[in-house]
């Protein structure tokens, strides 16, 4: 999980999950205020992350299994909600 650069807080990992759901709304550090902005790098790499496995599983399961499906729904989607806000980068706004 990221810290503040300044204070070196840590983000909460609900701070960044809201800000995801959200859009990439920025977050302010609890401690001195500061706000973090999600990096560009940081959005492309979370699409790819959610919306690859869809795609992948669309692409070469044609027709789409359902074994196929409910692997992608209920085990890689959350496996990545879960692991988004560790790998997800932010920059002083």
């Excluded at 070196?8 to 609900?14: A, D, E, G, I, S």
């Excluded at 759901?21 to 920025?26: E, F, I, N, R, T």
């Amino acid at each position: 999980m990221q810290t503040c650069e300044v204070c070196r807080t840590p983000f909460t990992w609900k701070q960044v999950t809201k800000s995801l759901l959200a859009a990439y709304k920025p977050i302010s550090c609890r401690t001195c205020g500061n706000r973090y902005k999600v990096q560009f790098l940081s959005r492309v790499l979370a699409s790819l992350l959610v919306f690859g496995p869809i795609f992948m599983a669309i692409l070469f399961s044609r027709p789409i299994s359902t074994q196929m499906l409910i692997f992608v729904a209920f085990i890689v989607l959350p496996s990545v909600f879960v692991a988004l806000p560790y790998l997800i980068r932010y920059r002083i706004a």
